[in-house]
């Protein structure tokens, strides 16, 4: 007798905590597991139910596709069923949900919750995104073979219609790519299928906006008042992304005591997964004091807020349009050319290095950019912290005296 059910693997040791769900294919005493793209925490899952504790769209995600498998197990002869291994129900399964079952749209969506499950909520929000857009101009309720290289063009079409920059249809596009890359490696559409082999995606240059070494200077020696909170707050955050290398905004506010090692602050970067070791000057540790320590460094956000990565997404959103706006008025308050916000501090901090004699390459180590060809990227791996260490020093010297 041949049965499938909703399963967590925990047979591989995980080191995010997070097992696949799948589903168990069993027959003639064999198994199979039919992977579902989401994971769980042991926590999270109920083994016996077969159900995420509280995640009611994936439940309902799940039991829609366990219904199809199993309407495909029925549909099977019981004399074919009894001569087929279980390998061959399995891909039986699988041709059959393909072919007729899994959308675009479906696949998509279970694509971002996983990013959620993950941790991985920038790329889940640009995932996200890019479907409300793009769900708007073509129905995504198809197979992957029903879409082609013609829908590409006329969704393009539509979004210079609707005056979106090259670089903005360029998110949504890559976002699309990706879906399309991951169906063809899940086996949902043959490789010859692949819509964007004669698209290229666009991108416009961009100038970054960078402060001059006068600006800078004035901004870090601005005379900001405690007794305005958030303007204070957001004057500290601009000067630590500064004196953490350009530290992405949102790797900064959940940096955590245990990242303080000695005299330096290591962390992973959070877009790259990237581990980057940050000595401390007198200037950071001055910084760093004037805020309050919870469970992150900066005691910005709740441990409640952060542990639902759906809604973090959007807390984290309002706090950074906050910081932003602030950032603004202290621009404004050292006569800034430009409009400052968070990544004003990473593309100054570049500058000025590369105005001080340092290589492109060891801008790059520090920064965490992708410079040169992959030899060029072996011996980027060669700086240890010493020079880069050295290179810190002299750029914050510049700025802080």
Known sequence: MATIQIHLDTRKTAKTGLYPVVFRVSHNRNHRNIPTGMRAK??????????????????????????????????????????????????????????????????????????????RTGNATVYKTALSVLGKLHDF????????????????????????????????????????????KQELVDHSWYPFYKYTIK????????????????????????????????????????????????????????????????????????MYSIKLLPETICVLQEFSVNHTLLGIFSEEQIVDSKSFVYVYGQKRKLINKYLKHLGELADAQEPITTYVFRYTYSNIAKQSGFSKDIIAEALGHEYGNSVTGIYLELFDNEILDNMHEQVCRKVFG
């Open 203 to 274: 991108r416009a240059k961009t100038s970054p906006r960078v402060l001059s070494m006068e600006e800078i200077r004035r901004f870090v020696r601005l005379d900001i008042p405690k007794e305005n909170p958030f303007l204070y707050s957001s004057w500290c955050i601009g000067k630590l992304i500064f004196l953490l290398r350009g530290i992405n905004l949102m790797d900064l506010l959940l940096l955590k005591p245990g990242n303080l090692k000695g005299d330096r602050i290591i962390y992973k970067r959070s877009k790259t997964g990237k």
């Open 141 to 184: 309720h198809k197979s992957f073979s029903d879409f082609g290289y013609k829908d590409i063009l006329d969704l393009e079409r539509q979004l210079y219609g609707r005056k979106c920059s090259v670089n903005t249809v360029g998110v949504y596009m890559r976002a699309l790519k990706s879906i399309c890359n991951k169906g063809i």
């Open 42 to 119: 042991k926590s999270d899952f109920v083994e016996n139910g077969c159900l995420f504790r509280n995640d009611p769209e994936a439940n309902i995600q799940l039991l829609e596709l366990l219904r199809i498998y199993t309407q495909r197990l029925q549909e099977i002869p019981k004399n074919t069923l009894n001569l087929i291994s279980v390998q061959k129900l399995k891909s039986v399964l699988l041709d059959s949900e393909s072919k007729d079952e899994i959308t675009m749209h479906l696949f998509w969506q279970r694509e971002i919750d996983h990013l959620y499950q993950i941790g």
